[in-house]
């Protein structure tokens, strides 16, 4: 056997490798973000309660985009061993996120989780809510329940309101400053029927967190503002702006905030990106893939 054959054979078997190990790699990448669709059934359930914990598992593990609402309900079984560990790649939830009757969980993870859009609102008490979080702890024993719910991220509630009730073990949210979340709407974030641990609320502590504003004990989950927010928005602007003036509104397709009027100046999308411009919807020829027209 030749010097050159043997070397041939090594070249070809590192090629190979080469490939496969490119080939790995091109699918991580290709699953790094998952868009999934959410759920119409607000309370209910079907099958038994385990098995409506695995379907929940199911649907959302590895999901980064929500298609519709985010529904987690009916985590009551103190025999379960639930892990929502599931939830932390979730990023953007087009409908509304409902959380209720989760009292044998202590913390919601939703630490990557940024906009939620509403698209889809959830009706209760004759208002129209994006977020909605109670009836939280045991009946019989209201010191067990859920304590936190990490959303360190949450940057924007396009529509709709927010809604704490019934949660007394729950501890934080009344530190965070809502009017940015909400764009700015005023008397959106609604607290009834003990919609928070009283004694958790009366700590101001603010060396953990600028402002005292936080999701739990761990500077990881403190409110994240952007250092670039300009401000006290004009009336005419829903909440976003980058200056004060009538004139400097975010374009009506951002989310967060923008540099500029324009829409290829977001700093997020509420809905799609088009050729780097943010659009309600994907125009002809294309179609939607998470928040991105894709061209045919």
């Not at 607000?42 to 959302?60: D, I, M, P, V």
Request: charged residues 20%; negative net charge.
């Amino acid at each position: 056997m030749s010097y050159e054959f043997i070397v041939s054979l090594i070249a070809v078997y590192l090629s190979t490798v080469i490939l496969c190990v490119s080939s790995v790699n091109l699918r991580i990448d290709e699953f790094e973000e998952r868009e999934c669709y959410g759920t119409t059934v607000g309370f209910g359930y079907s099958g038994t309660l385990e098995f409506h914990y695995q379907n929940l598992k199911k649907r959302y593990t590895g999901c980064t985009y929500i298609h519709g609402n985010l529904e987690l309900t009916n985590l009551v079984d103190p025999k379960l061993n639930y892990d929502l560990s599931f939830l932390k790649t979730i990023r953007y939830v087009s409908g509304y996120v409902l959380i209720g009757l989760v009292t044998e969980v202590e913390i919601i993870p939703l630490d990557s989780l940024q906009v939620i859009r509403g698209n889809q609102t959830y009706r209760i008490m004759d208002d129209d809510y994006s977020l909605v979080v109670g009836l939280t702890s045991r009946n019989d024993d209201s010191s067990w329940g859920l304590k936190e719910i990490h959303l360190p991220q949450l940057k924007e509630i396009s529509n709709g309101k927010v809604l704490f009730l019934g949660n007394p073990f729950l501890g934080y949210i009344n530190t965070i400053d809502w009017e940015p979340i909400l764009r700015g709407r005023q008397e959106a974030a609604h607290f009834q029927d003990g919609p928070y641990n009283e004694s958790v609320a009366n700590n101001k502590d603010t060396t953990l967190c600028e402002g005292g504003h936080r999701w739990g004990e761990s500077k990881a989950l403190c409110q994240q503002a952007d250092p670039r927010k300009s401000g006290p928005c004009h009336a005419d602007c829903n909440g976003r702006c980058f200056g004060p003036e009538s004139s400097q509104c975010c374009h009506n397709s951002c989310a967060v905030g923008c540099d500029g009027p324009s829409d290829d100046q977001c700093w997020m999308c509420k809905d799609y990106q088009y050729e780097a411009h943010c659009v309600g919807f994907c125009p002809h020829k294309s179609y939607p893939k998470l928040q991105d027209c894709i061209q045919y």
